[in-house]
C-alpha cells in the first residue's frame, strides 16, 4: 500500500498544473480569437491589393519592375516564423523542419527568423541566423510587418539574394494548421493567390500608368504577405497551445481520477485496519476479564 | 446631383460606406476629383488630403499612400491610413515631420531617400488636413 500522504501530495501537484493548463488554454482560446479578428479586417484590404496587382501583371506584357524581374536563383532566402514559447504541441517543430529540410536543397542561403524558437532551432543546427526580428511574433502589427518589409526590401536591393521564401503556418481551421512555403519575390503572377471575386471584369484604365500602380502596390503586397503570414502563425501557434492544453487536461483530470480512486482505497483499508484492531482488542478484552481485571 | 457609393478601406478597418457626390483624390500627378459615372480606372496616390462631397458638404481627411479603384457599380479607396482631422494627432505629425527633416539632410541611399520623402509628406498632409480644419471650426 502507497503512503497515503505521498498520494495526497501528488495529488495537489497535479492540481497545480492542472491549474495551469486550464488557464493558458483559456488565454489561448481568447487570443486565437483575436488574432482570426484582426486577420478578417485586414484580409479584405490585402487581397483587393493581389487581385489589383495580379490584374495589371495579367494585362499588361511590357512591365519593368525590378521586383518582378526573374534573376537566376542561386541565393536563396529563408523568412522563418516560429512562436516565441513552446508548450505548443508539434507547432515549431512542423514549420521548422520544412524550411529546414528546403534549405539543404539549395547551395547558398540565407536565414532570416522571427521567434526565439527559431532562432534557437537553428543555433542548434549550427546554421547561422544572419538576420533576426524580435517582438513580431506575440502580437503582430501592421507596423511591424512594415518595418520587416523595409528591411527585407533593402537586402533584396542591394542584390543579396535571388529569392525570398516565407515559411510560417497556415491555419486552416481550429483544428487543422499546416506548415506552408510561399515565394515572397521575385513576385509572379502565379503565386498569388486570389479569391476574391469582382463584380467587373472589363478591361481597366490605370493613372497615371500600369508601371507606376505596378510601384505604389508592390510595397503593399508585400506588407499584406508579410502580415498575414504573421497573423497566420501567431492564430496557429495559439491554436495547436489550445489543443496541447486540452489534451494536458484531459490527462491531469485521468491522473487525477486515478489517484483519487488510490487514495480513498488507501484510506479505507487504513481504516479498515484500525477498526479491525479496536474490534480484536475489544474481544480480547471481553473474553478475557480476568486478565484485564489484572492488570488495572 | 447624382451620387454614387463610395468605400474607404484601410487595413485596419472600413473607414467609410455611404454615397457621395464626389471625391478628391491626391493622386500621384495632381489631384483628380471623382464624380458619378466615371470610367472603370485605378489611381495610384500619394499621402494628402481627400475631400468628400456628401449632400453639398465636404469633408477633409488626410489619406495615406495607397490607390482607388473605380468601377461601374462601386469606388473602393485603398490606403494604408485614412483619418478626419480630430483623429489626427498634431503633436505626433509635428515630430515626425521634423524627423524626416532630420534624416532628409544626411539621407544615405536613394531608397533611404525615398522613405524619407514619403514620411515627410505624410507628416506635411496630415498638418496640413488638421490645420485647414482649425480654422474652419
Not at chain 2, 451620387?3 to 500621384?28: M, W
Not at chain 2, 482607388?68 to 480630430?86: C, G, L, M, N, Y
Request: net charge negative; proline share 4%.
Amino acid at each position: 500500500m502507497a503512503d497515503i500522504a505521498e498520494i495526497k501530495h501528488r495529488i495537489k501537484s497535479i492540481q497545480d498544473t492542472h491549474q495551469i493548463t486550464k488557464a493558458m488554454e483559456l488565454i489561448s482560446v481568447a487570443k486565437m480569437r483575436k488574432a482570426i479578428q484582426k486577420q478578417i479586417f485586414s484580409s479584405v484590404y490585402f487581397d483587393s491589393v493581389r487581385y489589383t496587382l495580379k490584374d495589371i501583371m495579367r494585362h499588361s506584357t511590357d512591365i519593368q519592375n525590378q521586383y518582378i524581374r526573374h534573376r537566376p536563383d542561386n541565393r536563396t532566402a529563408y523568412i522563418v516564423i516560429a512562436g516565441d514559447k513552446g508548450l505548443a504541441g508539434a507547432f515549431n517543430s512542423n514549420v521548422l523542419n520544412l524550411a529546414w529540410r528546403h534549405m539543404q536543397a539549395r547551395p547558398v542561403h540565407y536565414v532570416i527568423t522571427i521567434g526565439q524558437m527559431a532562432r534557437a532551432f537553428f543555433e542548434a543546427k549550427h546554421q547561422p541566423v544572419d538576420l533576426e526580428f524580435t517582438h513580431a511574433v506575440a502580437s503582430p502589427t501592421l507596423h511591424d510587418a512594415r518595418g520587416i518589409m523595409r528591411d527585407i526590401i533593402e537586402l533584396y536591393d542591394r542584390n543579396l539574394m535571388d529569392e525570398i521564401y516565407i515559411v510560417f503556418t497556415r491555419m486552416h481551421s481550429t483544428s487543422a494548421h499546416e506548415p506552408e512555403m510561399v515565394k515572397l519575390l521575385p513576385i509572379e503572377e502565379k503565386d498569388i493567390a486570389v479569391d476574391v471575386k469582382t463584380t467587373f471584369s472589363g478591361e481597366i484604365c490605370y493613372d497615371p500608368s500600369p508601371h507606376e500602380v505596378l510601384d505604389v502596390l508592390v510595397p503593399q503586397y508585400l506588407v499584406g504577405m508579410i502580415y498575414s503570414a504573421l497573423i497566420n502563425s501567431s492564430a496557429s501557434e495559439h491554436a495547436s497551445r489550445m489543443m496541447a492544453m486540452s489534451n494536458a487536461n484531459k490527462n491531469a483530470e485521468a491522473m487525477l481520477n486515478a489517484l483519487n480512486l488510490e487514495y480513498n482505497r488507501g484510506r479505507q483499508s487504513a481504516i479498515t485496519t484500525e477498526l479491525l484492531d479496536l474490534s480484536s482488542c475489544r474481544f480480547f478484552s471481553e473474553n478475557n476479564p480476568s486478565q484485564t481485571g489484572n492488570t488495572e | 446631383m447624382s451620387t454614387f457609393f463610395l468605400e474607404i478601406i484601410t487595413p485596419e478597418k472600413t473607414f467609410f460606406r455611404g454615397e457621395v457626390e464626389s471625391v478628391n483624390i491626391p493622386c500621384l500627378r495632381g489631384a483628380c476629383t471623382i464624380m458619378a459615372g466615371h470610367q472603370p480606372m485605378v489611381f495610384a496616390t500619394e499621402p494628402g488630403s481627400l475631400l468628400l462631397t456628401i449632400d453639398g458638404e465636404t469633408r477633409e481627411a488626410f489619406m495615406s499612400e495607397g490607390f482607388i479603384e473605380v468601377r461601374p457599380d462601386e469606388t473602393i479607396v485603398f490606403s494604408q491610413a485614412v483619418e478626419w482631422p480630430e483623429e489626427i494627432n498634431e503633436r505626433r505629425a509635428a515630430e515626425a515631420k521634423e524627423r524626416a527633416e532630420e534624416q532628409l539632410r544626411r539621407n544615405r541611399s536613394a531608397a533611404e531617400y525615398r522613405l524619407n520623402r514619403l514620411a515627410l509628406q505624410r507628416a506635411f498632409a496630415r498638418l496640413q488636413v488638421k490645420q485647414h480644419n482649425h480654422l474652419s471650426e
